[in-house]
């Protein structure tokens, strides 16, 4: 897993990814509650044929 920050203008969003970035890709975005890390599991059975990136949205984890 791969902890980054990516920019959206004025916006800063913490993300991670798991799995080769050539793979086809998941994007995925938690509910209410929640951070990137809730896809954890799903990710590490993924992560050997897909790209999956996760993002903590506004107000939610290191966002």
């Known amino acids: 897993m791969n902890h ?3 920019e959206f203008g004025e916006y ?3 993300a991670c990814e798991w799995g080769d ?3 086809p890709q998941i994007i ?3 509910g209410l509650g929640s951070t990137k890390l809730s896809f954890i ?3 590490e059975l993924l ?3 897909y790209h999956i990136v996760s993002f ?3 107000g939610h984890g290191k966002t």
């Open 28 to 30: 995925c975005f938690h």
């Open 56 to 58: 903590d949205l506004p």
């Open 47 to 49: 992560k050997d044929k």
């Open 4 to 6: 980054f920050f990516v």
């Open 21 to 23: 970035k050539s793979n």
């Open 12 to 14: 800063e969003a913490s």
């Open 41 to 43: 599991e799903i990710a």
